[in-house]
């Protein structure tokens, strides 16, 4: 079955630490892709990365970064030296390459960054 | 950002009426979606298309319908709206289908629907 699971349903943390969104994924699939989507409190969905499940090679775009560990069947964002506008609900997201056209959220994670 | 557009972005209608919410695209994409978002369901698929004139149904589209006469544009409706159908609706555009280096959804900026 296809699910992804983001098991924190909100956090809080004080600007400038660090902090890592979880991502666990099921799929019957070899061949599928990842995504990280940010919905900020003005309420449109930004897109911040795809991942295929051939590259397990980490990413890091400024003070963003992302762990793809298939062993584990996670996808995990981590956000260093937080910022207050960093403040969204984050969407991990899973298609499959047999299931065309379909990605399947997981419920978000809703992140306050405190001044 | 990707030229996708929704209309209205809001609307407060009551249940048994008719509703159409229009999605426009200006990126000449293949494909398009069409999820609802709710508070503790994350999104979810309701219909989306692969092209004019085909559409196929996601894992919600009980209630919905949809249509795509022209590229650019997709259409959801709701035969006669239920107050369960009150959600923000999110419309999607895709250049690829998912197994292809290109595949990525972009979102408008979401519709506010409420049935009373």
């Known amino acids: 079955a296809q699910k992804v699971t983001q098991a924190q349903t909100e956090i809080s943390v004080v600007e400038k630490e660090d902090v890592t969104l979880d991502c666990v994924y099921e799929t019957r699939d070899t061949t599928y892709y990842l995504f990280w989507y940010k919905q900020p409190p003005s309420g449109e969905l930004v897109f911040l990365i795809r991942r295929n499940s051939f590259d397990e090679q980490n990413e890091i775009s400024g003070r963003y970064s992302w762990n793809f560990q298939k062993s584990t069947s996670s996808f995990n964002f981590t956000i260093t030296a937080s910022q207050v506008v960093d403040s969204a609900v984050y969407f991990c997201?899973?298609?499959?390459?047999?299931?065309?056209?379909?990605?399947?959220f997981g419920k978000g994670t809703r992140l306050h960054i405190l001044p | 950002d990707a030229g996708i557009t929704q209309s209205p972005r809001h609307k407060v209608t009551e249940t048994g009426t008719p509703v159409t919410l229009r999605c426009h695209q200006t990126?000449?994409?293949?494909?398009m979606y069409w999820y609802r978002q709710d508070p503790g369901h994350g999104l979810r698929l309701i219909h989306y298309?692969?092209?004019?004139?085909?559409?196929d149904k996601g894992e919600v589209s009980d209630g919905y319908s949809v249509s795509r006469s022209k590229t650019e544009d997709f259409l959801l409706t709701l035969e006669s709206a239920t107050s369960s159908q009150t959600s923000v609706y999110f419309c999607a555009i895709s250049e690829a289908p998912r197994f292809t280096s290109t595949d990525t959804q972009y979102f408008g900026p979401g519709t506010r629907l409420t049935v009373l």
């Open positions: 997201a899973l298609s499959e390459a047999q299931r065309d056209d379909k990605i399947i």
């Open positions: 298309s692969y092209g004019v004139k085909d559409t």
């Open positions: 990126e000449n994409h293949r494909y």
